[in-house]
């Protein structure tokens, strides 16, 4: 049987995923994630600590920050 005539046995390619190795990765990944959204989108700085906003520009005593 050539490499080509051969298909993957879908089973055996996710057979790892149960592991608590593999369970405990996946929630430090999605806890990172979670904490850089909330850093982006919650917070006045960027990740490496800078402000997000590059100009401030009043209309009528109404500041409006832009960002990149």
């Given at each position: 049987?050539?490499?080509l005539e051969r298909k993957p046995d879908v089973v055996e390619?996710?057979?790892d995923t149960?592991?608590?190795d593999y369970i405990e990765k996946c929630n430090t990944y999605?806890?990172?994630y979670a904490r850089r959204l909330k850093a982006k989108y919650f917070s006045k700085k960027n990740l490496y600590g800078g402000s997000i906003f590059d100009k401030d520009v009043t209309i009528d005593n109404e500041t409006?920050?832009?960002s990149r």
């Open positions: 049987m050539s490499v390619r996710f057979q149960d592991t608590d999605e806890a990172e409006i920050r832009s």
